[in-house]
């Protein structure tokens, strides 16, 4: 394990992306985006998806520079083509155009397909919140089958995460809910798998539909219905709930914007959907600022449950982590170093030679 600065860290991985051909504009897109993952301790779409990402690129499974194009428009809807790009870069042009349909129209719509993994959701609900917005968004895996259906025993859809984000009193300290609707994140196995660590149980089962332990059994070999599933957000006792959401992914972020469902063939995309509202379409600005605070306060009083010291809303645990890495660096696996450096290789750029696993 080593620790390193994020502004470090953002510019090493800012070379490699521009070494492997992005336009320096969009390799510092896809830096600020997984540095800024790692720092709120999301480590499963940080810093360890850039192997991936510069693989695809060599492989020509992406392409750098890839024109973001809207197919069809109105006033406050859009559906885009990302060209193919990394996924990152296509979804920042998708926010950054909901927010502008919502500032002339108080509500902005847009899907994209043809692009690659966009990474953290609650990203872009930030950016939506930053210009006084709540900012929505979806995604599915066309093709991409992961999760079992609630009582399924094989892997079906993807984990297809869902984002609500809303602005609070202070453009600090946004209220960012981003889950997936599966149990973890598919990003979270790669993450034990390179620790080489367990999972719990209620989170994976085996190829023959069992429970199980070891995050391995994911990614096992031999055809698909032989490799393990994560299970639906709520687990045994009440998955159905995650499945339905899910399975609105799949509808919204897959179909909606023409990416296809996880029935379809076509791999290594994100359908998107995303949204921003403009809250002074509804109200002041100073009306929201003053009951989003009041209800977060609320709910936020004491007595606490048995174990606890305080109750923390959605967003809060990312800015504590962000704080502890800024001030001691960003903490990094040795396998995860190992592929960054692989990845650099790759594209000619020099290690960080003071910096060893």
Known sequence: MISIDALVLKDYIMKIFSAGGSPNSEAEIIADHLVGANLRGHDSHGVIRTLGYITGILEKRSIVGGQFEIIQETPSTAVADGGMNLGQVAAHHAMNLAVEKAKATGIGMVTIRGNGHIGRLGHYGEMASRSGCIGMAGVNNPGGQLVAAYGGGQRKTGTNPIMFAFPTDNPET????????????????????????????????????????????????????????????????????????????????????????????????????????????????????????????????????????????????????????????????????????????????????????
């Open 174 to 357: 946004p209220f960012v809910l981003d889950m997936a609707t599966s149990v973890l994140a598919e990003g979270k196995m790669k993450v034990a798998v390179n620790k080489g660590a367990k999972v719990p149980f209620d989170v994976l089962i085996d190829g023959e539909g069992r429970a199980t332990e070891d995050p391995n059994d994911l990614y096992g070999t031999g055809s698909v219905e032989a490799r393990g599933a994560l299970l639906p957000f709520g687990g045994i006792l009440s998955g159905y709930k995650g499945f339905g959401l899910n399975i609105a992914m799949e509808l919204l972020g897959g179909i909606l914007s023409g990416s296809g469902s996880a029935q379809e063939s076509v791999r290594g995309t994100n359908g998107t959907w995303m949204i921003a509202i403009n809250i002074a379409n509804f109200m002041s600005s100073s009306e929201w600022s003053e009951r989003s605070r009041d209800l977060l306060n609320y709910v936020k009083e004491p007595p606490f449950a048995e174990g606890f010291t305080e109750v923390l809303v959605a967003g809060e645990p990312e800015r504590i982590q962000m704080a502890e890495r800024l001030s001691q660096g960003i903490p990094i696996d040795d396998e995860t170093w190992k592929q960054i450096l692989e990845a650099s290789t790759m594209v000619g750029v020099s290690p960080l030679s003071s910096l060893r696993p």
